[in-house]
């Protein structure tokens, strides 16, 4: 460790002098509170700049904070709006969105804004699970610094090379916050190794001389404080976020932007609003933009610039703190939100009407997997949603689509639609939400997507961390020895003895469905992370990750009396009752077999009376499933029943005698 040390130590000469400049007096400024304001309180806050301070781009600082999933990126945010003078409702108060706040993720990346010592900061939460880089890959683009969250803990991981990847990209120099160092594992000797371990990866991502000379800072964004030196427990009056926001605007170059030149902003975000229409969010390339002005969509075409529509700016927003304000105009370099334009979306131009070229589009990487959604046709149809056709399905999904770059929507035959995606948790928030609005429909099983090239067969590979308990290794590289995983390094934990933490490749499709499946081998006490890595030669067909199903045969309510007599046979998915019907998936069978029964039959009725008769029914409690679950249990010939009420397992042809004649074909 000497060797790293030392050479981290010949890079970052001085990176410690971060001294807080001292706080020069601020004009009050006074915005007009949109109706969706959260507090008053928050838009004090937002009214202390300096009037002319939106026109002049050196007091901006658009900074994005990067990380791993749950490092503390959005808890981080939290302190920074409070240090700032923001009326926070609730804790993880950018996390606005109901499943970001039930699963304790953030799904979407959200843009604020906060005045520090007379400048203003545009700062932008990102996600940090692997399904949602793209929204990682849109935002990055937009701003000139980056704040690397890394728990010193747990080290960099998967994701935090993915993020960090997209950062250096964009000629970012990022800004390496430690997390959690008030942890009691957590050591000055433990943050200097994961240091190191940042700066390798800095370099082994080809970072330049001036990116791999990054600030390095100590945090606990749980307590609230962060300072340039190592301490668990700093003096009082220091014990705040200052020293990072100093950092911030010592580190972070104002955004290079001309005001003279014509006003033009890339779309990178769109919210739909009731009365205002579509709310267009970015930065703002250059220029100036007023309430009033003249604008026109622009976006890139294989023929060159197509003019979209001509419009007029009807409102000109900010976001601050957890709310919106109004301004009358924006310069170059700040991230604003327009309304006014009905059909731009992200990745379009909104331009002054005489600029006729539009700005380059956001790249992003390719999606990995596909799932067909289509109508649902089952016998239970149409009793618990409202949106039940194929064109509103097909509706819904095109409009997630224009704010989700990430998702593409092809459609299909028979009213169905490939949505392609990152993985199954990004396509299992989409049908979630859906099925909270109300509609009902099929889901095949996720399915991984293929390239060749010069002949040969590629198939995507992931980047697997995993730590557990010493006694849970064996169950594990069993498990991901069927599914064709490749280890690349195993060792101890720093700082937990008796767990082990393992690095390892394994192709996208072996990882579908092994989350539950994990968290049952580790009885709850592992973790899995995982990022996309490369395409890379496919590496043959899985071992048995799956047994059969026990498929009803039969109409009508599950009765307790049939389960009693079907345990024995396997694992049960459904309580007593149910309502059931012919096709449908009632439990998981103890062998590799499929196995058709009838869990309707009722007990028969007669006039004698004899003792022993009347068996008291004891069953064990179903195995019911969440929807992840489900996506990633189904077979090839199964699909996912999905209604606002229930999540039900169905084979894709209900009939027997045509499932029988299909896998015959199949097997030919």
């Known amino acids: ?79 920074l709006l409070r240090q700032c003078g923001a009326d926070i409702p609730h804790e993880r108060a950018m996390d606005s969105i109901s499943l970001e706040r039930e699963r304790g993720i953030t799904i979407a990346s959200k843009v604020t804004g906060i005045s520090w010592r007379e400048n203003e900061l545009n700062m932008v939460d990102t996600p940090g699970h692997a399904d949602f880089g793209g929204e990682v890959e849109r935002v990055v683009g937009m701003v000139e610094g980056a704040i690397l969250v890394v728990d010193a803990g747990e080290g960099p991981l998967a994701q935090t090379k993915f993020v960090l990847a997209k950062a250096l990209k964009y000629g970012l120099r990022p800004i390496l916050l430690l997390n959690k160092v008030d942890r009691p594992a957590v050591s000055e000797e433990r943050c200097d190794e994961v240091e190191s371990l940042v700066f390798d990866l800095f370099a082994n991502l080809g970072a330049t001389d001036e990116q791999l000379d990054f600030p390095v800072l100590y945090a606990s964004a749980k307590e609230g404080w962060a300072s340039s030196t190592f301490t668990k427990d700093p003096p009082a ?77 009807i409102k000109l927003m900010k976001k601050k703190g957890t709310g919106m304000v109004l301004i009358d105009s924006a310069g170059a370099g700040d991230i604003i939100s327009i309304a006014g334009m009905t059909k731009p979306s992200i990745g379009h131009t909104v331009a002054n009407t005489e600029v006729t070229t539009a700005l380059p589009t956001i790249e992003l990487d390719p999606p990995t997997i596909s799932m067909t959604f289509g109508v649902n046709d089952s016998p239970l149809a149409g009793r618990d949603g409202t949106h039940l056709t194929g064109g509103k399905i097909g509706a819904r999904l095109m409009s997630e689509a224009e704010t989700n770059l990430a998702i593409n929507v092809i459609p299909g035959m028979a009213e169905t639609y490939e949505v392609q995606g990152r993985g199954e948790l990004q396509l299992g928030i989409l049908i979630e939400n859906m099925r909270r609005e109300g509609f009902e429909l099929s889901v095949s099983p996720p399915k991984v997507m293929y390239k060749t090239e010069n002949g040969v067969k590629l198939e995507p590979i992931e980047e697997v961390t995993i730590e557990v308990n010493e006694e849970h290794v064996g169950l594990v590289m069993e498990a991901l020895s069927h599914r064709k995983a490749e ?84 694992i049960l998915f459904v309580p007593p009752g149910t309502e059931t019907y012919d096709g449908m998936i009632i439990g998981e069978h103890s062998r590799d077999t499929d196995l058709d029964v009838n869990p309707v039959r009722a007990k028969e009725l007669s006039n004698v009376r004899a003792a022993g008769k009347d068996e008291n029914v004891k069953l064990t409690p179903p195995r019911l499933m969440t929807l992840e679950e489900a996506i990633g249990y189904v077979a090839s010939d199964e699909l996912i029943e999905v209604t606002p009420k229930a999540i039900r397992l169905r084979k894709r042809y209900l009939d027997v005698n045509k499932r029988k004649t299909m896998s015959k074909r199949a097997k030919e």
């Open 1 to 79: 460790m000497a060797g790293p040390l030392l050479l981290r130590s010949l890079w970052s000469t001085g990176k410690r002098s971060l001294s807080s400049p001292s706080a020069s007096s601020v004009h009050l400024k006074s915005y007009l509170s949109t109706a969706r304001a959260l507090s008053t309180a928050a838009n004090a806050a937002a009214a202390a700049v300096s009037p002319n301070s939106t026109l002049d781009p050196s007091r901006l600082r658009n900074v994005a904070v990067i990380a791993h999933v749950d490092h503390g990126k959005t808890t981080l945010m939290d302190r």
């Open 237 to 313: 009056d220091v014990r705040n976020m200052s020293q990072l926001l100093d950092a911030i605007i010592r580190h972070v170059p104002p955004p290079k932007a001309s005001l003279d030149a014509p006003f033009q902003m890339l779309v990178t975000m769109m919210e739909k609003d009731f009365y205002l229409g579509r709310i267009l969010t970015g930065r703002v390339s250059s220029g100036v933009v007023s309430v009033g002005d003249k604008v026109h969509g622009l976006r890139i075409t294989d023929s060159g610039t197509e003019k979209i529509e001509e419009g007029k700016v």
């Open 487 to 570: 280890v690349m390094d195993m060792g101890p934990v720093p700082g937990s003895a008796g767990r082990t933490k393992l690095s390892l490749t394994c192709p996208s499709r072996g990882l579908v469905g092994y989350r539950s499946v994990f968290s049952s081998d580790t009885r709850g006490t592992g973790f899995m992370h995982r990022a996309f890595l490369k395409y890379e030669k496919h590496r043959g067909l899985l071992g048995n990750v799956r047994k059969g199903v026990l498929v009803s045969m039969g109409f009508g309510s599950i009765t307790a009396h049939a389960l009693m007599s079907l345990e024995p046979r396997g």
